[in-house]
């Protein structure tokens, strides 16, 4: 079984609650995700915060872009707490966040943190009192704030004063070193004016996210060593299918094993059909994989080669892994642990013994030219050989009695 914390450590920052899930580096990494549904709809926006919740998600943020969205909030916790998730929610402000939380005092006591991005929040003269409103609303309700910086929306009167600057420096900075402090400078300055207008050091979490492995890297590099707030890490706009996961996965892990990171979001872009729930799938996997926190019994399977005879290996380890992350929701409060569980269901003779004693259960299908039996290993020892047409529905119950005992 893989440990449930990781032995790699973290950098030091402080614990900042959000609602009932503490974010910082006493406490384990945090998986969020963020809905897309609109905030308006408050029955849609339920069911997926729902969805989020049971795939895994402790956080969940939704966007509050409007007074039809901000009107819903507080109905949207409502309606959770009656289906007995009591996941936090987060409201992602953009440009008018000072006014709807002013304005529906409802929304700003339901959300459990405000996502505030210093990009957006006003121009000129506007910008400063417009962000003190937003934190001082924090300060009301007592609730916490992400200052959550992106490429893709920095202060473009502060980037034009620091490239002003930068130009007349003996010393000037590259014009991609010269963003990458320029997003730094945004949320380090943020937060010292949210602190500066009252607002406890310990309810800030910072980030700053770009869409390129490496200037991820560089930036959270540089941003841990410059404070202790905790830090949201994401790579933004990863992208579609495969491209978004490998990106996502790159960045993450290059920083969470120099410690980086207190909670993390993959940003992925779903296929037209496709559940929101992959990201949280894929989040949890980055985590398990490089041995972080456990999540959900992993299955172990081979690529399978010219020594199978059928798909059918592959079939047993996809339904394998579908039955067992559709049974966490409930395995996860009766059977504590059980998420540490390992499973292998190998192709052939080759490695499948091998492998299926290093799992705590495992299955060696037949390859060709193999007897028709399939060996299953519990803990090491072989303890049954299964044959015929139900092998896949014989070694579920396997499974099954093994998570009871
Ligand atoms: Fe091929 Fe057997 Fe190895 Fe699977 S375990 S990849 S079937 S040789």
């Known amino acids: 079984m893989v440990s449930q914390f990781s032995t ?5 920052s402080q614990q900042v609650a959000i609602g009932h899930v503490l974010v910082g580096s006493e406490s384990p990494v945090v998986v969020q995700s963020m809905t897309n549904t609109d905030t308006a709809d408050a029955d849609g926006t339920a069911r997926q915060v729902f969805e989020l919740w049971q795939a895994g998600s402790e956080l969940v943020r939704i966007t509050v872009n409007s007074p039809e969205a901000a009107a819903q909030v507080g109905l949207i916790r409502r309606k959770l707490d009656a289906m007995g998730c009591n996941v936090p929610l987060i409201g992602d402000f953009h440009y008018n966040g000072h006014k709807l939380l002013a304005q529906y ?13 210093p990009g957006n929040v006003g121009k000129g003269s506007k910008r400063d009192e417009q962000f003190a409103a937003m934190i001082e609303t924090a300060i009301q309700y007592n609730k916490p704030v992400r200052i959550g910086v992106n490429w893709g929306s920095l202060d473009q009167e502060k980037m034009a004063r620091m490239m002003d600057e930068n130009a007349q420096s003996a010393n000037p900075l590259s014009s991609d070193a010269l963003m990458r402090e320029a997003l730094i400078q945004s949320a380090l300055e943020s937060a010292a004016q949210a602190e500066a207008i ?8 910072i980030s700053c996210k770009v869409s390129n492995v490496q200037d991820l890297v560089t930036v959270y590099g540089d941003l841990g060593a410059r404070c202790n707030y905790p ?9 579609m299918g495969s491209k978004g996961i490998v990106a996502s996965t790159a960045a993450l892990s290059l920083l969470l094993q120099q410690g980086i990171g207190d909670t993390i979001r993959v940003s992925l872009t779903p296929q037209p059909g496709e559940s929101r729930t992959t990201e949280v799938v894929v989040a949890q996997e980055i985590l398990q994989t490089m041995g972080i926190r456990s999540f959900t019994p992993l299955v172990t399977a081979c690529p399978g080669c010219g020594r199978t005879t059928s798909t059918y290996f592959q079939e047993l380890a996809q339904k394998i892994q579908r039955y067992l992350r559709e049974q966490m929701p409930i395995w996860r409060s009766q059977y504590p642990g059980v998420e540490t569980m390992s499973v292998a269901v190998m192709g052939c003779v080759v490695n499948g013994p091998g492998e ?11 390859g060709t030219g193999e007897t028709p039996v399939a060996p299953v290993f519990v803990d090491g020892e072989k303890t049954v050989t299964l044959k015929g047409d139900a092998i896949a529905e014989e070694f579920q119950v396997i499974v099954e009695n093994y998570v009871q005992k």
Do not use: F, M, V
């Open 231 to 239: 830090l949201h890490l994401g790579l933004t706009e990863a992208g």
């Open 8 to 12: 790699i450590p973290r950098r030091q």
């Open 356 to 366: 299926s004693k290093l799992a705590n259960i495992g299955i060696s299908l037949p």
């Open 198 to 205: 009252g607002l406890a050091s310990d309810k800030i979490i």
């Open 105 to 117: 005092p409802d929304c700003a006591e339901a959300l459990a943190k405000y996502r505030i991005n």
